[in-house]
């Protein structure tokens, strides 16, 4: 496996749970603020958060271009819940700008408020194990292009996918006590 940490966007949001997974999986990481330290790692982890405040921050720090061009490199990247937001092509209620990672359409609070954060069990297609999926204050998957592949799903839900090198979950898999997607994730690598 490469050597150089994976990167965890460090602004707002989950960042630290990510980072004790990794530790847990004994893979380095390093927090990425900056545009800079992009190129020290290896993959990036965009956490969930707010993804209204995510986009501002990595617009105004130049990481909104770095991100793609990341991805362009073939660095595989991993979104989770606004980070999912984050990396789709097209982002509903309301309409933002997004770094257009993934060709899936997402619609943000899909489930409604606060209230409606819940937890589900799904089971994770690559290694057909059932996994825990904790949604809070979640988006959907809406639609997906036919080069994206489901990794995960409950009822009629797409609540994880995969495109090339990008994977996005609308759940908090760092919140679980085993990620078998973390797991998964690390192997793109
Ligand atoms: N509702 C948030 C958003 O759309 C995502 C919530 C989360 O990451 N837990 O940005």
């Known amino acids: 496996m490469n050597k150089l940490p994976v ?3 460090a602004i707002q949001g989950g960042y630290e749970a990510h980072a004790k997974v990794l530790c847990s999986l004994n893979t380095p990481f390093l927090y990425v603020t900056l545009p800079t ?17 995510l986009l501002k ?6 990481l909104f ?6 991805k362009q490199q073939g660095h595989p990247i991993f979104g989770t819940c606004a980070g999912a937001v984050l990396m789709a092509h097209t982002v509903k209620n309301p309409d933002q700008p997004a770094l257009q990672l993934m060709d899936i359409v997402i619609e943000r609070n899909a489930y409604g ?12 297609i690559p ?9 809070i204050r979640a988006p959907k998957i809406k639609a997906i292009n036919k080069t994206v592949e489901i990794l995960a799903q409950y009822d009629e839900e797409i609540v994880c996918v995969k495109q090339a090198n990008c994977i996005a979950a609308t759940f908090h898999p760092e919140l679980s006590i ?5 797991i998964y994730f690390l192997s793109l690598i």
């Open 57 to 62: 921050f990595i617009t105004e720090n130049g």
């Open 127 to 135: 290694n057909q194990e059932e996994m825990e999926m904790v949604f």
């Open 7 to 9: 990167g965890i966007l």
């Open 37 to 53: 330290h992009l190129y020290k790692t290896s993959a990036l982890i965009i956490p969930g958060g707010e993804s209204t405040t």
């Open 178 to 182: 085993s990620s078998p997607l973390h």
């Open 113 to 124: 408020r606060q209230l409606a954060s819940c937890i589900k069990f799904g089971k994770f």
């Open 65 to 70: 271009e770095a991100i793609i061009n990341f």
